[in-house]
């Protein structure tokens, strides 16, 4: 966090209270300008929103360049409201409810189709051939492969591992189309969908998965001769301060040498990719206040932001960076003496804790900046024990703009 971010993040503290959460403009933007660069066309960049939804982040996202990726009928009512076009949106998701589907039949009927819905199931293509077939007009549809592959990521991450509820087999593609009516039936068969994991710490199961990706579609072409779109996902890590992972350039560059091995005409005329956390997970800052500090075999210091607000290290064990804002109710000086603490938040739950860290010696009253927060932050908050969501603020280099005002007790449920 820079000098000038940090002096934002207090005068959004003084503006609005705490907890809130704050996004860093600049940073959003940066991060999206490294894979407009990497993934030029005919690559498309749809944004992932179940990172987060955030219709004001959303906007911002789509004037980089990037369609939306929704995975239920919540997050593409989301991507609507932020401006996304259909066309532009991508439906996906394991299960689909038939609500769900009824919308995607919906749009299609009043000529606004959905850019495709990635099918997850023999049942799910039966169930949106059934509904499209009465639109008069058809619906473009990849199906989501599993690759079957170790991504280098952790085991909860790992969606395109053996034994995933994700996708389905390559054996099974030619069941699943016959299901969905067919190659000339109300859905159009466009290509394959293929996703491996998160936050991935290398690219090669990446690689093996466009791979398989790139051969399964070129054998499939026999009878799908639409098919002509390979969705590589996403999985794409965040990078965070001190951790050296790929950068975007270095998975567009592995594509790319998948690509020259086949001859020109049996490349896809469409390429895609969906990443979410690593856009906007380091634009994101979850900012709380000291309430106390306990003195233990080493200080633990409670916080006004929980899990409720994010959930994360609690859930999985996930790590955040934590920088103070304040020692003593002044500006932080980086010289302070640190003090190895752990961080826990207010509520009622003996796994509340965002994490540990070298801090100085903090009191009451004094703000902490939690980083890494824009991605899987605001996106799985909730108000359990009585909290309000917090307000979500933007700080686009010179000034604040509210995005989420904050709850108020009288909304909770």
Known sequence: MNDALADAARQACRRYGTPLYLYDLPRMRADAASFADAFAPPWLRLYSLKANGLPPLVREMAGTGFGASAVSGGELALAMRAGVAPGATALEGIGKSDGDLRRVAELLRRGQPLLWVSLESADEARQLARLVSRTGHRQDVLVRINPQVSPETRRGLAVGAVGSKFGVLAEELPALVEAGGGPAGPLRWRGLHVHVGSQLGAVDAWRAAFRLGLRLLELQRATLTEFDTLDAGGGFPAAEEGVAVPEPARF???????????????????????????????????????????????????????????IRPALYGAHHPLRPLTVSGR?????????????????????????????????????????????????????????????????????LIVWRRRGSVRSLP
């Open 252 to 310: 567009a560059h592995e594509a790319a040498a998948e690509l020259e091995l086949l001859p020109a005409g049996a490349r896809p005329a469409r390429l895609a990719i969906e990443p979410g956390r690593s856009v906007v997970a380091g634009c994101g800052w979850l900012l709380g206040r000291v309430l106390h500090v306990r003195r233990r075999e080493r200080p633990v210091v409670v916080i006004d932001a929980g899990m409720t607000e994010l």
């Open 331 to 399: 500006a932080a000086d980086s010289s302070t003496a640190p003090l190895n603490v752990r961080v826990d938040g207010p509520i009622c739950e003996a796994t509340d804790t965002l994490g540990e860290a070298s801090l100085p010696e903090l009191a009451r009253g004094d703000l902490l900046a939690i980083g890494m927060t824009g991605a899987y932050g605001s996106a799985m908050g909730s108000t359990y024990n009585g909290r309000p969501r917090p307000p979500e603020i933007a700080w686009d280099g010179e000034r």
